[in-house]
């Protein structure tokens, strides 16, 4: 007896050929192929199974008012956001988180003053995710005292979130994060 050994769908199935061919060559009345599962090979248990987690990456919607954090193609969670106003607009285009910080100084880009981390003036909130720096100027995420601003063009040009919502973000990303803004 013949057996011919066929992977379907992940599992190896063994089909006695010979005795279907057989019986239909003597026109018996022979059954269709017999199948019998066989033992699945597994991994060895020693050994991680290694899955690709595709990289997290921000989109930010400025029209709409909202950042969309996806993990590869799959949207995860949008948040509310607003943007820069007329004059301080927020640039278009693709960057990276270059700087991530709690607590960060708040400097002025008109005068320079400073407002440190942590003071209730500081207009920055707790969390700090840079994404564009001219050198001079920074722009990134963060909280803001001011949570009736989220949803307009009110910002230099920032990206400003309700102060759990940046938290929240935070702990997700990471430097080298792709943040993609567009109209």
């Not at 320079?112 to 707790?126: T, W």
Request: glycine share 8%; hydrophobic share 35%.
């Amino acid at each position: 007896m013949i057996k011919q050994l066929f992977a379907v769908a992940g599992v190896v199935v063994a089909i006695n050929v010979a005795t279907h061919q057989i019986a239909h060559q003597q026109n018996l009345s022979e059954s269709q192929p017999t199948v019998t599962q066989a033992a699945i090979p597994q991994p060895p248990t020693n050994q991680p199974v290694n899955r690709v987690t595709p990289p997290l990456r921000l989109k930010i919607q400025l029209n709409s008012r909202k950042v969309t954090l996806y993990q590869g193609e799959t949207p995860i969670k949008s948040y509310p956001i607003a943007v820069g106003r007329p004059g301080w607009e927020t640039p278009t285009g693709n960057f990276r988180v270059g700087q991530m910080l709690k607590n960060p100084t708040w400097i002025s880009p008109l005068t320079d003053e400073r407002i440190p981390g942590g003071h209730p003036e500081n207009p920055l909130g707790s969390y700090w995710i840079g994404f564009w720096s001219d050198g001079r100027n920074s722009i990134g995420f963060h909280g803001t005292p001011n949570s009736e601003s989220v949803g307009t063009a009110a910002s230099h040009g920032c990206i400003r979130m309700y102060n759990e919502d940046v938290e929240e973000l935070f702990s997700q990303v990471k430097l080298g994060t792709l943040v993609t803004v567009v109209e």
